[in-house]
């Protein structure tokens, strides 16, 4: 049974850094993606970034290109999600997300990931 469980969400001020970890347990690392999504209240869930743990290769949301950073730990089943410049717009649910699309064109897109975890608020004030 695959179990995946985010921590590492707070609250920080505007400008400010935070480190979400995603501790995945029962998930076998393939070509399947890994990803961060987020979602924030009254709006639908958005990609923020994936990682494929066979070719390295990463993609991002465009709103926290240059800021954010996606990694994974393969040994020691971990992905990993560095924040940095936080805006207030980043405010919102994280979700680690595994078991996704092989092909990097598809990668935001949520319905085709098959496990999330229970998602870490983040909150960014001004």
């Known amino acids: 049974q695959v179990q995946l469980v985010e921590s590492g969400g707070g609250s920080v001020q505007a400008g400010g850094s935070l480190r979400l970890s995603c501790a995945a347990s029962?998930?076998?690392?393939?070509?399947?993606?890994m990803a961060w999504f987020r979602q924030a209240p009254g709006k639908e869930r958005e990609g923020v970034a994936a990682v494929w743990a066979g070719s390295g290769d990463t993609r991002y949301a465009d709103s926290v290109k240059g800021r954010f950073t996606i990694s994974q730990d393969s040994a020691k089943n971990m992905l990993y999600l560095q924040m940095n410049s936080l805006k207030p717009e980043d405010t919102a649910m994280y979700y680690c997300?595994?078991?996704?699309?092989?092909?990097?064109?598809?990668?935001?897109?949520?319905?085709?990931?098959?496990?999330w975890g229970q998602g870490t608020q983040v909150t960014v004030s001004s």
């Open positions: 029962g998930y076998a690392y393939s070509s399947e993606s």
């Open positions: 997300a595994a078991g996704g699309p092989w092909g990097i064109s598809s990668w935001a897109v949520a319905a085709l990931y098959s496990y």
